[in-house]
């Protein structure tokens, strides 16, 4: 098989069509698992085997991590050709064009050190530091404009930046905005990146899009790859307005939609195309799963958070704990691998907020099994990941990226959270459903499916159950195998233990895709003991 029958052989007819066509603006409408990611790798590697030049392609992606994967993706594929393509993210984009104009005599503020210059300047505003942090960044990705309040606040952060020849992350996309919407660079750049593909694109903002529309001019050829419900990123300032104007933004654009799902089994494509259809704003598609039914979604009704736990672990275990246990087990059901042995890299536990995290990794502790938490700001392992941004921090300014390796040192000052997440670990993920984004595993547990959460209304004036039920779907989506929906009946949650009822996303799944399991209260048995004992 020679190059070009290798990338194309292993993909359906739609994904060769995004492949091939590259001419002309591109937008590919897709739902979870259907080859999105694996379509962008194959469009480069099909670019450079026809003679585009590599340094004429650039790749924008949701996370490091993904650029990571992308390019090992390509490697193999391409070889040493693969130099020179630009695969990165929005934050990295902008760090390198600033570079490219001999901008590099600057720090990168993170936004620890934005708050700690903001409680210095808000005094008596009557503005929080991390608010007036937020506001900023929404008025930098033009999101808002500066009111009176926020606009005395925002120039003297800016004056202190300044001084300290610093730029923070909304900056490294600002700047270059500005530099090419000012000056004759835009034109070099156009003349440079013809093909530029973005991954996730629903999930963009407006000062993204407009990096995006400056670099492309009239000459580049955009393929924007997205699926408009598992826009999440709202909070932040995405809009999703972007993804579904595609079309008049980018005149004369083709329209390619995959909707074959390779992921996810029968019955988790069936239940998650019945929960998002009651969702608007949307381009609606039929998702099919191309694997077999497999098992039912299974529905379980935990007493508390401590037995939800305890659930989880034990149904790993029963997986993990011996082959011919598990051969037993499941000798009976269609479209599991053949290939039966788990590792705890299979598993993956997925919640709404980091709140819930606590009570699921006490059981994992006790359990002994491994387990890594992927984001988040409370546990042992963040705590880690936060030290080590602290330090890429400290150590790395741009001009010692100029000055060293410019490719290593991974943009390692540009590191989020979820970059931190190794899938090759031995360990189970434990993460929420934002970070889940993009990831797969062939057993997912979603913990605490209940009003209040899932939803998220909880201290919380106006929730967009449309976004909820997105961030719903992105984690029931990530499921190959099997998918596990829990609520408890009761939880102990910010300082309280509350009454939890199941959440009404549930009811939206049809009940012949879902297997019900109920876990009874336990019985004080002590108590009782206790009394025996007295007479
Ligand atoms: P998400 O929306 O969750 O980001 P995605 O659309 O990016 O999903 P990928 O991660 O690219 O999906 O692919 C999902 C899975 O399906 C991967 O394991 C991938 O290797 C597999 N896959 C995609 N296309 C094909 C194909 N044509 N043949 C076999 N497997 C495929
Ligand atoms: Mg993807």
Redo the contacts with the bound molecule.
């Keep these: 098989m020679n190059l070009h029958e290798t990338i194309l052989s ?3 007819e739609s ?1 060769r069509e995004a492949v091939t066509s590259t001419e002309g603006h591109m937008l590919v409408v ?10 962008i790798a194959s469009r480069i590697a099909y670019l450079v085997n026809n003679g585009v030049s590599p340094g004429r392609i650039l790749a924008v992606t949701f996370t490091n991590r993904a650029a990571r994967e992308m390019r090992e993706r390509l490697e193999i594929l391409l070889g040493c050709n693969i130099k020179g393509i630009l695969i990165v993210t929005f934050h990295v984009l902008g760090l390198r064009l600033l570079m490219d104009t001999g901008t590099d005599d600057f720090v990168i503020c993170t936004r620890d050190d934005q708050i700690e210059i903001l409680k210095k300047l808000v005094k008596d505003s009557g503005i929080r530091p991390r608010q007036a942090a937020e506001r900023i960044s929404r008025i930098k990705s033009f999101i808002e404009e500066a009111d009176e309040n926020i606009d005395v606040i925002f120039k003297s952060y800016q004056s202190v930046l300044m001084k300290n020849s610093a730029l923070d992350f909304d900056d490294l996309i600002l700047k270059p905005v500005e530099m090419l919407g000012r000056n004759d660079m835009a034109s070099m750049y156009r003349e440079r990146f013809r093909h530029i593909m973005v ?2 694109y629903q999930d963009i903002n407006p000062a993204q899009f407009k990096l995006i529309k400056l670099i492309a001019g009239d000459k580049g050829s955009i393929c924007a ?1 997205g ?1 408009s419900d ?1 826009a999440v990123y709202a909070f932040r300032g995405a809009d999703l307005r972007n993804f579904l104007n595609f079309e008049e933004d980018f005149k004369d654009a083709k329209r390619v939609i ?1 909707c ?4 996810s089994n029968g019955m988790i494509v069936s239940a998650s195309n019945e929960l998002i259809k009651n969702n608007r704003d949307r381009i609606a598609k039929n998702i099919r799963a ?1 694997r077999g039914k497999g098992r039912k979604v299974t529905v379980i009704s935990s007493p508390d958070e401590k037995t939800e736990g305890e659930v989880i672990v034990s149904e790993i275990e029963k997986r993990i704990g011996g082959t011919s246990h598990y051969q037993l087990m499941h000798s009976d059901h269609a479209g599991l691998d053949s290939d039966c042995a788990y590792s705890f890299s299979d598993f993956a536990v997925i919640f709404r907020t980091n709140a819930q995290a606590k009570a699921i990794e006490e059981v994992f502790i006790s359990s002994g099994i491994p387990y890594q938490i992927v984001g988040g700001k409370n546990s042992i392992q963040s705590k880690e990941v936060e030290n080590t941004l602290a330090y890429l921090h400290d150590i790395i300014s741009p001009a010692d990226i100029r000055h060293n390796d410019r490719d290593a040192s991974a943009e390692a000052a540009l590191l989020s959270p979820a970059d931190f997440f190794d899938p090759r670990a031995e360990a189970v993920s434990l993460m929420t459903m934002h970070m889940a ?4 595993f062939r057993v997912v547990f979603i913990a605490g499916v209940e009003e209040g959460l899932v939803p998220y209304t909880i201290n919380k004036d106006n929730t967009d159950i449309g976004e909820e039920r997105r961030l719903f779907y ?1 984690g029931m ?2 499921a ?1 195998d099997e998918l596990f929906l829990i609520h408890a009946r009761k939880r102990f949650l910010y300082g309280q233990r509350l009454v939890r009822s199941p959440s009404l996303f549930l009811k939206e799944i049809p009940e012949e895709l879902i297997e019900k399991r109920i876990i009874p209260d336990k019985v004080k048995k002590q108590k009782k003991d206790e009394q025996i004992g007295l007479f």
């Design positions: 292993g993909l359906n994904q897709a739902g979870p698992g259907t080859g999105k990611t694996l379509t991954d996730e790859v699926d598992q995959l074959e799902n390779y992921r191309v984004k993009g990831l797969e992105v989506t990530r190959k």
